[in-house]
């Protein structure tokens, strides 16, 4: 587990929630408590997957993103406790 010194600065990384079509991204930091972040662990939203936002509601909620080979549909509220590192130019494999 890292330190809190040893992960990155909010600033290098944003909550999936605000996440635009098409953008990929590495899972860093899953935040919550009690169930909601149990749930979402369980989904394999774990720190080092890789995601991608597939679609987005028109008003932005719900969000179907792709991690670990399958689509999954979150709510914004959920994605917002999923913390990525945008990755920029990768060709997403599914």
Do not use: C, H
């Amino acid at each position: 587990m890292k330190t809190s010194s040893e992960m990155k600065t909010s600033s290098e990384m944003k909550a999936a929630s605000e996440m635009k079509i098409g953008e990929s991204g590495v899972i860093r930091f899953v935040k919550g408590e009690g169930l909601t972040r149990r749930r979402l662990l369980d989904m394999g939203l774990t720190p080092g997957a890789e995601i991608y936002l597939r679609k987005k509601a028109p008003l932005g909620d719900p969000l179907e993103i792709t991690v670990r080979g399958y689509e999954l549909t979150l709510r914004k509220a959920e994605a917002a406790n999923i913390l990525i590192e945008e990755v920029k130019g990768v060709k997403v494999r599914w």
